[in-house]
C-alpha cells in the first residue's frame, strides 16, 4: 500500500506536484491556519494613513524605505476593492506556496524522491527555525514575514539552481531583490 502510494507521487512530473503544493498551500491558508499577514497589515494601514494616527510613526518610517513588491501588490490588491480577509488569504497562500516549493525542491536535492520530499514539507508545517537573533521563523508562514519571504525566496532560486533550471532560478533572484 504504501510502496503504491511511494511509486504514484515519485511518478508525477514538476507540473503536477506544483499543483499539489498549491492545493495544499490553499488548504493551509484558509482553513488549516488563516492569521493575518504583516504587509496586508501595512498595505491597509497605509491606505487608511489619514484616518489611523496611531500607526503615524511607523507608517513614515515604512514609507521612507524602498519601495518593495512585498508592500505595492498588497496596496494595489485593495486599490482594486479586495476585502482585507480576502487579500491575507491570497497573501498567505502565496507564502506557504513559496516555502512549500522551496522546501520541496532543496529536499527533492537530497532526497532525489517527489514522495519523501512532500512528506518532509507536511511535517515541518508549524515548526519555528530560529535565528542568530532569537526571532521564530515560522514555517510555512507567520505574522512577520517580510524577512522569511525573501529566505524562502532565496532557498527556492539556490534549489532551481542546484536542479539545473538556471533561468527559473536567476527569474526568482531578481523578484526576491524587489
Known sequence: MIESIKNFFNSLNNFQIFIIVLLLSIIYAAFINPHSQETVTFAYISNKIDQIDYFENWINISKNQEPSLQILIPIILFKLGLDKYSIHIIWQTLTVTVSFASFFLFSKLITNSNFYSLLI??????????????????????????????????????????????????????????
Open 121 to 178: 514539507i507536511l511535517i515541518l508545517i508549524n515548526h519555528k527555525f530560529i535565528n542568530t537573533r532569537l526571532y521564530g521563523i515560522y514555517y510555512p508562514s507567520g505574522f512577520y514575514f517580510l524577512g522569511q519571504m525573501g529566505m524562502y525566496l532565496t532557498l527556492l532560486s539556490y534549489s532551481l539552481f542546484l536542479n539545473y533550471r538556471t533561468s527559473s532560478s536567476f527569474i526568482i533572484l531578481i523578484i526576491n531583490i524587489f
